[in-house]
């Protein structure tokens, strides 16, 4: 498996661990993401594709201004 480096705020990957809680940034991030993908699935089954994203834009109504 490939692996990626990512540079993080201390604070925020302190809250993350206090929150995931895991005992190392990575492990939580790793499952704060794992989490993430999760739900975003969950959703897209739910309430359609991805790509059909576009057919919500166009019902809505523009916005006025003034």
Known sequence: MAQ???TLDANL?????MLSGTKN???AVEL???DYL???R???TR??????GHRLEQ???AAQEG
């Open 13 to 17: 990957a302190i809250d993350a661990m």
């Open 42 to 44: 969950r959703t897209e």
């Open 32 to 34: 704060i993401l794992r």
């Open 59 to 61: 019902g809505r109504p």
């Open 25 to 27: 940034p990575q492990d």
């Open 47 to 52: 309430t359609g594709e991805a790509a059909d």
């Open 38 to 40: 999760a739900r975003g």
């Open 4 to 6: 990626v480096t990512v």
